[in-house]
């Protein structure tokens, strides 16, 4: 069965600092990925999506990026965090070959406090 | 641009009331729709979603939902809710023709009392 992974669970940062967050998916091959942000009132905001390795579309102009080095690995970073990067970021995978128009898998998490 | 609005921020109802959770999209094209649910502390998942077919879908733990595609609605319902039932929903949709990515909802807290 698949799986999917998020690590860290819980970050807290400073303002400026660096951010590397990672996803990884196991029980699948080429599955396409997803960064989403979920803001307190907001909803899921899709950030960056991906059907392959080192394909990665942006969604929203951010403080972000993402990159995906391996087949079934998917990071999001920044260099330098803002404020209003704090938020709860989920990863996100579906079924490889049928493009997006899937039930998407959502891993758990990761709680992001920037201060 | 595709769009979801779902109407209720928060919710809370008595167990036994029923449920009806609005949901709406702006899409002129055909059109995937779902609903997760997010319990607390743990992952989204899918409640249920709409393809094709019979417009009306059925779900996990009692749920259905409607697809009204002159209204561009998909409400969720439920005849009897439970304690358990507590969590935030989203609905979702994407659209063929798009990117084909998921465009959520707000989402709407459902509190049930005991």
Redesign the interface.
Known sequence: SQTIHQWPATLVQPVGSPLSLECTVEGTSNPNLYWYRQAAGRGLQLLFYSVGIGQISSEVPQNLSASRPQDRQFILSSKKLLLSDSGFYLCAWTQPGQGPYNEQFFGPGTRLTVL | AQSVS?HN?HVILSEAASLELGCNYSYGGTV?L?W?VQYPGQ????LL?YFSGDPLVKGIKGFEAEFIKSKFSFNLRKPSVQWSDTAEY?C?V?G?GS?????????TKLSVKP
């Open positions: 779902q921020h995937n779902f997760y992952h989204l998942q899918l979603k989203f979702a994407n063929w990117q084909g990515n998921l465009i959520f909802g707000k989402g």
